[in-house]
């Protein structure tokens, strides 16, 4: 089946940095890829939908100056979280759809990230 | 306007006793998909069950089915025979759209399940 890669798995990192997260399809080419954020006891908040090739769609609320998307090939999509701060400490977990006509999305193992 | 409810924040079960967990959805499109996500404490999203809106039978995976009642808008998932591997959250998910990869996913609040010995 379809598989998902997303690293790093966990991150800490100071307050002002910037941070990377990578998700890649590893058997299938993804023209889409969705990013989820969760916070601790809450449900996956859709933050955006990257396209390979253009400019990703963010979700109403979403600062795109500061949640950075790059979907630079079909099988990988990056997230940087530029100059981080401990309110964006959170769960991060990517996700994409294997075939145009399917309807599971498949999921990173989710990238956790600790802001100091 | 939240578009998935599950009413049950938390549930508890006996091992080997079938439980079912509640979800309701609002939508105007005609095309739609239904999922059910389970989430253990590790954090990993576990696709469980899938339901077309043009389904005309209610899906089934093994130990996992899905009452689907269109008109009322619910889509219910049932595990069978609970077994303390089950105890995880569980989120109702739908997708909006005509069935592209484009199509978003949008989750319900999840519940906990736990299944006691």
């Known amino acids: 089946g379809a598989v998902v890669s997303q690293h790093p798995s966990r991150v800490i990192c100071k307050s002002g940095t910037s941070v990377k997260i990578e998700c890649r399809s590893l058997?299938?080419?993804?023209?889409?890829m969705f990013w989820y954020r969760q916070f601790p006891k809450q449900s996956l908040m859709l933050m955006a939908t990257s396209n390979e090739g253009s400019k990703a769609t963010y979700e109403q609320g979403v600062e795109k100056d500061k949640f950075l998307i790059n979907h630079a090939s079909l099988t990988l999509s990056t997230l940087t979280v530029t100059s981080a701060h401990p309110e964006d400490s959170s769960f991060y977990i990517c996700?994409?759809?294997?075939?145009?006509?399917?309807?599971?999305?498949?999921f990173g193992a989710g990238s956790r990230l600790t802001v100091l | 306007a939240q578009k998935i409810t599950q009413t049950q924040p938390g549930m508890f079960v006996q091992e080997k006793e079938a439980v079912t967990l509640d979800c309701t959805y609002d939508?105007?499109?005609?095309?739609?998909?239904l999922f059910w996500y389970k989430q253990p404490s590790s954090g990993e999203m576990i696709f469980l069950i899938y339901q077309g809106s043009y389904d005309e039978q209610n899906a089934t995976e093994g130990r996992y089915s899905l009452n689907f009642q269109k008109a009322r808008k619910s889509a219910n998932l049932v595990i069978s025979a609970s077994q303390l591997g089950d105890s995880a959250m569980y989120f109702c998910?739908?997708?909006?759209?005509?069935?592209?990869?484009?199509?978003?996913?949008?989750f319900g609040p999840g519940t906990s399940l736990s299944v006691i010995p």
């Open positions: 058997d299938f080419q993804a023209t889409t």
């Open positions: 996700s994409a759809r294997e075939g145009l006509g399917a309807n599971v999305l498949t």
């Open positions: 998910a739908m997708r909006e759209g005509r069935g592209t990869s484009y199509d978003k996913v949008i």
């Open positions: 939508t105007s499109d005609q095309s739609y998909g």
